[in-house]
């Protein structure tokens, strides 16, 4: 999670405040004890951030209300893809298969708990996992095998979000693809993620930013060529649900009982670090990590250009 409207200056380490300048189409610091303002002239911003306030939408808010290009989706497509309901009505509408899943507000689960617990019980039966609705990289996420441990993880969820959603425990392969373009967009090679321990069974916090050892992800994914074509048509059509630009990587379960494909979510800032998927599923598609950044900023140069076309007064 960033906050990010408070930052320190590498060199001095003095705090500023960072806000928009649609004037002159750029940013403008602020020292928040001295109150000197001074001008940051942007030709791109690269947002490389996750979490609350740096791919919910409000950053990119900030960068739309400055008029200055940036890399990644905008505003309509990052809250989208944080908000795992709204997500998920937006696939079910474009016809995207999904699993099954409730959802709740915090308020009613503090008013109505053993409702709430009936419910999810009889939807869905165990094992679920219950999630934030709002939030990433697996904070929050726990799994529930029974109602007593259902009860305790909603409380855990319930503490990162207002909103709470809960979906159907599957024996799945969990497969991934990443995403690149704006209104053309193209996917890549899918990976998947091979959990080598399965005490656990699914990718928590740690798994996911620290090297265990228990998971590894191989891409191109050991997977039949039509299944991998379909993944790839079905990741743009995800992308495109949300409204998506600039980049993102889009989540598969693989159900091993059946072979159904259903659309898990996106992610509108997927990891660039050298352990992260998205870039691997790049370069086994055959464009380096330079190529990707490089593209990225072209597209968001685009996207910028293409709204400067767009009459904003009467």
Same mark, same amino acid.
């Given at each position: *999670? ?7 200056? =590498? ?5 500023? =405040? ?32 996750? #979490?609350?306030? #740096? ?16 890399? #990644?989706?905008?505003? /309509? ?35 109505? !708990? ?33 109602? !007593? *441990? ?9 503490? @990162? ?32 993620y091979l959990i080598h321990d399965q005490q656990g069974?699914?990718?928590?916090? *740690? ?22 074509? !379909? ?24 159900? !091993? ?20 998927? @998205? ?7 055959? /464009? ?23 009459? =904003?007064?009467?």
């Amino acid at each position: *999670t960033a906050n990010l409207l408070s930052q320190e200056m =590498t060199e001095s380490r003095e705090a500023l =405040t960072i806000v928009g300048d649609p004037s002159s189409s750029g940013l403008v610091s602020v020292a928040a004890d001295h109150g000197r303002a001074s001008s940051m002239p942007v030709d791109v911003v690269f947002p490389v951030l996750h #979490g609350t306030y #740096g791919e919910d939408g409000t950053i990119q808010g900030l960068f739309e209300m400055a008029d200055v290009p940036y890399v #990644g989706c905008g505003v /309509l497509a990052s809250s989208c893809g944080m908000d795992k309901v709204t997500m998920k009505k937006l696939f079910r509408e474009a016809g995207l298969p999904i699993c099954k899943h409730v959802w709740f507000l915090r308020a009613e689960w503090e008013q109505k !708990r053993a409702s709430v617990v009936g419910r999810v019980a009889r939807e869905l039966g165990f094992p679920c996992f219950v999630k934030p609705a709002n939030l990433g990289s697996s904070v929050g996420v726990s799994k529930a095998t029974d109602k !007593r *441990t259902l009860a305790a993880a909603i409380d855990l969820a319930a503490r @990162y979000d207002r909103k709470v959603i809960v979906e159907e425990g599957l024996d799945a392969r969990e497969i991934e693809c990443a995403v690149l373009g704006n209104d053309e967009p193209e996917a890549s090679q899918p990976g998947e993620y091979l959990i080598h321990d399965q005490q656990g069974a699914f990718l928590d916090y *740690t798994e996911k930013y620290t090297n265990t050892g228990h998971v590894e992800f191989v891409v191109p994914a050991p997977i039949p060529k039509p299944l991998a074509a !379909r993944i790839r048509r079905m990741s743009v059509e995800a992308f495109k649900a949300i409204d998506g630009t600039g980049l993102a990587r889009v989540d598969f379960f693989l159900r !091993r009982d059946t072979n159904e494909l259903l659309v898990n979510e996106v992610n509108t800032s997927p990891g660039l670090t050298d352990v992260s998927g @998205y870039p691997k599923m790049w370069a086994a598609s055959g /464009l380096s990590f330079k190529q990707v950044i490089a593209r990225l900023i072209e597209l968001a140069l685009a996207r910028h250009e293409d709204k400067s076309r767009n009459e =904003t007064s009467l």
